[in-house]
């Protein structure tokens, strides 16, 4: 049997759409596929690292992590749907009204949101040590603290900031954005499906336009090794100062 599972972001969102994703693949390739969704980063990553996920639909930072650590093989990625970051607060509209400490709430600090959202911040000539930093499990709960007026500012994937009510987003101000454009999320498969590549990556990019629609994507294509390059110098960079930070 062959288990997939999803980032924990997507977990939460369009999951019919995601049991719908296994149940193609297994007509597709002819092989049993459990779908198994996570709710937390942590258990979702520590679950593919122990072996037991065989096909994820991974964020950045884990998909190069795990292609590190245990040779997954990144096969696909969405059509022009790249993460982009948003830096939001309740009770600022400018950078400059901040006082310090700024108190500052992330998903993750092991993705690429948490990254870029440091990248901006840097951009915006904010002194990093002047911030004090807490980690809530997940975009949503992101939202919810920073409407809560308990932190000065967030960092949210742009993604979970537009599929936001209009309520919610009225009650937000839009401090930053990112908008790099090649940062993305990407179908991987462990080393033990190297004989089914072609074929699963086949099937992914022949997903039907109704399976799309139930999971938020217009396609996905092929990944090129430019691509994994430029994101694997940026996560191990990254990985490299979390590591040199811990030890």
Known sequence: ???????????????????????????????????????????????????????VYANPFDWVFFMNEIGFLPIAKPRNHFDEVIICSKKYKSYLELTKPIKIISAHKKTFVHMVGLFLLEKAEIDLDSCKFNFSGSYQSVIKNVLQSEYDIGFVLSEVYEKSSVIIKNQLNILDVSNDGFVFHAFCISPRLIELQESITESIL?????????????????????????ISSLANEYIGSLNREAS
């Open 206 to 230: 022949n997903f039907n336009s109704k399976l799309l629609d139930d999971i938020g994507f217009e396609g996905f294509e092929t990944i090129s090794e430019d691509e994994i390059f430029t």
């Open 1 to 55: 049997m062959i288990r997939f599972s999803v980032d924990p972001n997507y977990a939460g969102k369009n999951l019919p759409g995601w049991f719908m994703v296994a149940s193609y693949l297994q007509k597709s390739i002819g092989q049993r596929v459990k779908f198994i969704p996570y709710k937390d980063f942590d258990e979702a990553r520590n679950v593919v690292l122990s072996g037991t996920i065989d096909i």
